[in-house]
């Protein structure tokens, strides 16, 4: 099975950079991803990483490291409307050749402050 | 550009009732799709997936069903909601099978009374 763990709540000043972790475990792994998910609303796309190292886009990268498990998505110059949750998701082997699934972490819920 | 839409967005059903939420997806042509649920402090929950029309899988067992009448529609079912069903259900489409990027509706609230 899959088992993705990230921190539950985080805050963080505006104008600051935060780092949010992800930790996972998994077989046939397939690629990493990042939502962003404001309250109330539904998840949208943030990145996706399939090799190790370094994402930029705009003020939000993400990384990976595939020996260990391990991403994180980080913020950069936090504005107001970066409060939302963070969600981890991995896809990994399903069954069958060519079959895929996607696990969401549970999500971290970042709180920017003035 | 592709588009997904799913209603209603919120409704509040007593115990016992039937359920019907329906998505839509424009755009694109024989999209992979998906509905997910998401309960109060707990991640997102895969409920079904489809890769074409009448091909359904279930991920949990449950109480509820999913139809793919036509290539871009997808409908989620219940004919008697239990409390336990309350939360956010979100209906979201793909290219690739299953482990690609996955795009959501608007999520349909739903409040079982």
């Known amino acids: 099975g899959q088992n993705i763990d990230q921190p539950t709540e985080m805050t963080a000043t505006e104008g600051a950079i935060v780092q949010i972790n992800c930790t996972y475990q998994?077989?046939?792994?397939?690629?990493l991803f990042w939502y962003q998910q404001h309250a109330g609303e539904a998840p949208t796309f943030l990145s996706y990483?399939?090799?190790?190292g370094l994402e930029e886009k705009g003020r939000f990268s993400s990384f990976l490291s595939r020996s260990k498990g391990y991403s994180y998505l980080l913020l950069k110059e936090l504005q107001m409307k970066d409060s939302a949750s963070y969600l981890c998701?991995?896809?990994?082997?399903?069954?069958?050749?060519?079959?895929?699934?996607?696990?969401f972490g549970k999500g971290t819920k970042l709180s920017v402050i003035p | 550009s592709q588009t997904i839409h799913q209603w209603p967005a919120t409704l509040v059903q007593p115990v016992g009732s039937p359920l019907s939420l329906e998505c839509t997806v424009e755009?694109?042509?024989?999209?992979?799709l998906y509905w997910y649920r998401q309960a109060a402090g707990r991640g997102l929950q895969l409920l079904f997936y489809?890769?074409?029309?009448?091909?359904i899988s279930s991920e949990v067992p449950q109480n509820l069903s999913a139809s793919r009448p036509q290539d871009r529609q997808f409908i989620l079912s219940s004919k008697k909601l239990l409390l336990s069903d309350s939360g956010f259900y979100l209906c979201?489409?793909?290219?690739?099978?299953?482990?690609?990027?996955?795009?959501f509706g608007e999520g349909s609230w739903l409040t079982v009374v």
């Open positions: 979201a489409w793909s290219v690739s099978p299953r482990g690609g990027t996955i795009y």
């Open positions: 998994t077989s046939g792994f397939n690629g």
């Open positions: 990483n399939v090799l190790d």
């Open positions: 998701a991995v896809s990994s082997a399903y069954s069958g050749a060519g079959s895929y699934q996607l696990t």
């Open positions: 755009g694109t042509s024989n999209p992979n």
């Open positions: 489809s890769v074409g029309i009448g091909q």
